[in-house]
């Protein structure tokens, strides 16, 4: 019943972008395709920041509109090929589970320009983008490691995805870079987007000793829980410091505006060519939030992580690391590579929980 | 407080909307009206709420901005299908899509905004029985509330004269209309103590689940009273069982996961629905018992004199 309000939904919300989509024929028209809605305070709010940047940037040459609260699975391909007849150049599709119907109606719409964020398939027209989320999720894990009491942080997860177990492993790692002995609860919720859920699942961490909280879902209700009880926790995609004033220590903040500026203005030069990026904290695409709520010297040695990781010095998944079973993944000294990180399917050592299959 | 009363709380909180929204919609269908809009009349209560406490700075005025808002949107409804005599279950999808819309539109002011908390409320004496006392006699106002309910609406529905004319109407609305009953008007206020009630369970999840306003912050809620209510039989107290039942199953997977039971998350997460299903199963099993409580005017127009 859900899914069939959503599709409704989804439905009446085509109609009326493609209503206004027929005026202005002159300007070239870039597109997005967002999971949640634009004021959720966490992910898709970060899309629109950048999409209202873009905007900005090129006011009388280019057009956007966007598509909010559009559900993963079957209904996604129908909505981005309505916005590709709809006469956007230009898509950008923004939650990893419009990976494949992204990839199919860039197949019926060759003259079209895709771009996914955070999947791995790609096409001559569908280029593949993402942030090195795991970066900020290391530090956040310093300072997890140095923080918790009780040496148990709380996982508040989506859905097992490579990017999702990535981030829980770079969470787990950074702490264990302080505190060899540093354990993680995790939660799946099986949502990004669930206010009460998130909440009840923060709860449920709290209530069973953890002591510290992180998230990778998409609305502040978990920060908030922890601002009740007074518990550390850290924001996730968007700066919540709003719902956690005297909680949160950091966040880690998706900051695409740069990104789509450059290629809204590739595709205006006529450049555009598929590529799959992958950027991180030292080119501006992931930031983090001011350190608060933190002893000084704890501030300082994120502060330094912050900095070796932007020049280089430091890669987070560097060796020795285990696997959870506790037999070897990487050498002292050997770096992850990418491929391996963007498949992640596995957890490292220490994580007290059993990765759902896939 | 033990984990055994803290994991009741969250029980309690995360099945209280849903046990209200449920009787709502089970008092508008015992009239014969099936309104499929509880998900759309409960983001309206939620985002109304919000907005009447944070103008007034009062939690418990924001209650009242919820009942309203859920009842007068519900009139909307009671307009198109009783007057007008649309069809009710694509008015009640309409109604479900307009309130997600507009409730958007409407809360676009107050996002972010630090939620006001309505308090709880400790009775004196009995919150201190050990274990029950902090779990059920230190609960906020709409606790208590959803727990008179449901036996105001029992005895309302099977002891009143009201209540029998309502389901008078709704097994039968010719019968009912001869014998000099106001179909329409019976209607039209079932209809509305419905959208007063989701609009309460949307002022519960706005007010006390995550105080804060974000949009479709009821996430399908609606729809689970929706399925509570065949999921009772039309009855309140087994709707209250159900949805305590549904809530339980919820947390208690979250916990499950906690502790590191090794069972997958996707097929925890599927339970709460696996069971109402399994419920259903059992209660439509009597085909007898369950025909005898459908109320059997439910869905059908009704126009005077046809």
Redesign the interface.
Known sequence: ??K??LA??AT?ALVLSIGSAAEAAEKTKVCFVYV??????GWTQAHENGRLQVEKEFADKVETSFLE?VPEGPDAERAIERMARSGCSLIFTTSFGYMDATVAVAKKFPKVKFEHATGFKAADNVATYNSRFYEGRYISGIIAGKLSKTGTA?YIASF?IPEVVMGINAFETGAKSVNPNFKM???????W?????E???A???L??GVDILTQHTD???PM?VAE?RGVKAFGQASDMI??GPNVQLTAIIDTWGNYYVKRVQALLDGTWKSEQSWDGLKDGILTMAPYTNMPDDVKKLAEDTEAKIKSGELHPFTGPINKQDGTPWLKAGEKADDGTLLGMNFYVEGI???L??Q | MSIFEAILLTVITASTPLVIAALGELVTERSGVLNLGVEGMMIIGAVGAFAAAQLTGSAYIGIVGGIVSGALFSLLFAFLTLTLVTNQVATGLALTILGLGASGMLGEAFVGAPGIRLLPIEIPVLSAIPYVGTVLFKQDLIFYLSILLVIGVNWFLFRSRTGLKIRAIGDNHASAHALGINVIRTRYLAVMFGGACAGLAGAQLSLIYTPQWTENMSSGRGWIALALVVFSSWRPWRLLAGGYLFGAVTILQLHAQAFGIGIPSQFLSMLPYAATVVVLIMISHNRRTTMINTPASLGKAFVPDR
């Open positions: 019943m859900k069939l309000a409704l939904a009446a949640g809605t634009r004021t959720d305070g609260s709380g097992p609860k995790v939660i799946w919720v099986n949502t987007f669930d206010p009460g859920k909440a009840d699942a709860k449920a961490l209530d069973q609305t502040t209700a908030q009740q709003k719902a007290d929980d059993k759902p299959a």
